[in-house]
C-alpha cells in the first residue's frame, strides 16, 4: 500500500505513480473531515463511508491504514480539513486492463477559516443534473467534474455554491452539501434515491433533529415546494449547518438552528 501524506503547503511524503488510475482515470473515493483540537469530528462515520465506498468500486483498503494514516497526520492543535483519498493505485492502460493493483492512500490537511461555519450560503440552480443511478451519484468518487463545474458556474454568477436537481427535475443537493427544507416543525431531506449524496453530517442532523422533537423525513421535494419553506440549511462536513439565504432570486430566512448549532459546536469542541 502506497501512503501520501501533505500538510498545508509542505511538500509530499513520498513521489506520486504518474500512472494513477486515480490520476488517469478518477478511479478512487475521497472522504472530507473536520478536525478540531487534534480530534476528527464524526471520525467512525467518517471512516464507515469511506470503507464503504471502497467496497462499492471493489477497492482493496483496510480500516488500519487508514486509521493509522489519520492519526499520524492529525497532529496539531486547531481547526482544520482532512481529506483522505484512495485510489485503485497504478496500473496498465485501459478502463479494466490492471493485475492485482496497490491502492494508494492519499492524507492531505489544510487550516479551516472558522468564519466559513455556519455562515448563511447563496446558492444557484445548476443546468447540470444529478443521475441518481449513477456510481458517481451514490458514492463520493474522484469524478467530481459534474459538481466542479456546477459550483464553478454558481461562483461567476455570484453565489456560493450551486443547487442541483436531479434528472427528473426534483431537489437533490448542493455541489458540496446537503440540503435540507423547514416547513414549520417539519424538516426534510431529499433521500439518496433522488440523487442526495449520504452526508456524514446529513446523518448526523436527521438524527439530532428527531432528538430534538421535529418532525424530520428524507422525503423528495419539488422545486416549487423548496420555494415555499421557511427555511432551507445546505450541511457538509466543514461548513456543517449554513443556513441558505439565496437561491437564485428567492431570499430566505437565514437565522439558524440555535439549539442544534450549539450542541454542534459542544459535540465538536469548539
Given at each position: 500500500?502506497?501512503?501520501?501524506?501533505?500538510?498545508?503547503?509542505?511538500?509530499?511524503?513520498?513521489?506520486?505513480?504518474?500512472?494513477?488510475?486515480?490520476?488517469?482515470?478518477?478511479?478512487?473515493?475521497?472522504?472530507?473531515?473536520?478536525?478540531?483540537?487534534?480530534?476528527?469530528?464524526?471520525?467512525?462515520?467518517?471512516?464507515?463511508?469511506?470503507?464503504?465506498?471502497?467496497?462499492?468500486?471493489?477497492?482493496?483498503?483496510?480500516?488500519?491504514?487508514?486509521?493509522?494514516?489519520?492519526?499520524?497526520?492529525?497532529?496539531?492543535?486547531?481547526?482544520?480539513?482532512?481529506?483522505?483519498?484512495?485510489?485503485?493505485?497504478?496500473?496498465?492502460?485501459?478502463?479494466?486492463?490492471?493485475?492485482?493493483?496497490?491502492?494508494?492512500?492519499?492524507?492531505?490537511?489544510?487550516?479551516?477559516?472558522?468564519?466559513?461555519?455556519?455562515?448563511?450560503?447563496?446558492?444557484?440552480?445548476?443546468?447540470?443534473?444529478?443521475?441518481?443511478?449513477?456510481?458517481?451519484?451514490?458514492?463520493?468518487?474522484?469524478?467530481?467534474?459534474?459538481n466542479i463545474m456546477a459550483a464553478r458556474h454558481a461562483l461567476q454568477a455570484g453565489?456560493?455554491?450551486?443547487?442541483?436537481?436531479?434528472?427528473?427535475?426534483?431537489?437533490?443537493?448542493?455541489?458540496?452539501?446537503?440540503?435540507?427544507?423547514?416547513?414549520?416543525?417539519?424538516?426534510?431531506?431529499?433521500?439518496?434515491?433522488?440523487?442526495?449524496?449520504?452526508?456524514?453530517?446529513?446523518?448526523?442532523?436527521?438524527?439530532?433533529?428527531?432528538?430534538?422533537?421535529?418532525?424530520?423525513?428524507?422525503?423528495?421535494?419539488?422545486?416549487?415546494?423548496?420555494?415555499?419553506?421557511?427555511?432551507?440549511?445546505?450541511?457538509?462536513?466543514?461548513?456543517?449547518?449554513?443556513?441558505?439565504?439565496?437561491?437564485?432570486?428567492?431570499?430566505?430566512?437565514?437565522?439558524?438552528?440555535?439549539?442544534?448549532?450549539?450542541?454542534?459546536?459542544?459535540?465538536?469542541?469548539?
Amino acid at each position: 500500500m502506497i501512503i501520501l501524506k501533505q500538510v498545508a503547503n509542505q511538500a509530499m511524503s513520498h513521489p506520486f505513480d504518474l500512472t494513477d488510475r486515480g490520476l488517469l482515470l478518477a478511479d478512487g473515493v475521497f472522504d472530507t473531515s473536520l478536525v478540531a483540537n487534534r480530534r476528527v469530528f464524526l471520525r467512525e462515520a467518517h471512516l464507515d463511508r469511506l470503507m464503504r465506498d471502497t467496497l462499492a468500486l471493489d477497492i482493496h483498503c483496510d480500516r488500519p491504514s487508514l486509521e493509522a494514516l489519520m492519526d499520524e497526520i492529525v497532529q496539531d492543535a486547531g481547526l482544520f480539513a482532512l481529506r483522505l483519498t484512495v485510489t485503485r493505485g497504478a496500473g496498465g492502460r485501459g478502463l479494466t486492463g490492471i493485475s492485482e493493483s496497490v491502492p494508494t492512500l492519499l492524507a492531505r490537511l489544510d487550516a479551516l477559516d472558522p468564519a466559513r461555519q455556519f455562515s448563511p450560503v447563496t446558492l444557484r440552480t445548476a443546468a447540470i443534473t444529478r443521475n441518481p443511478d449513477s456510481v458517481t451519484t451514490r458514492h463520493k468518487t474522484l469524478a467530481y467534474t459534474d459538481n466542479i463545474m456546477a459550483a464553478r458556474h454558481a461562483l461567476q454568477a455570484g453565489h456560493d455554491d450551486a443547487l442541483m436537481l436531479n434528472t427528473q427535475g426534483r431537489i437533490a443537493c448542493a455541489s458540496s452539501a446537503n440540503i435540507f427544507a423547514r416547513f414549520g416543525k417539519r424538516i426534510v431531506t431529499p433521500p439518496v434515491s433522488e440523487g442526495a449524496l449520504a452526508g456524514v453530517m446529513r446523518a448526523w442532523l436527521l438524527d439530532a433533529l428527531s432528538r430534538s422533537g421535529f418532525d424530520v423525513a428524507e422525503a423528495a421535494i419539488s422545486v416549487s415546494e423548496l420555494a415555499n419553506a421557511e427555511q432551507v440549511f445546505a450541511t457538509n462536513s466543514l461548513r456543517l449547518i449554513a443556513p441558505v439565504s439565496l437561491i437564485d432570486d428567492q431570499t430566505y430566512d437565514d437565522t439558524h438552528l440555535g439549539a442544534l448549532v450549539d450542541q454542534l459546536k459542544v459535540a465538536i469542541d469548539m
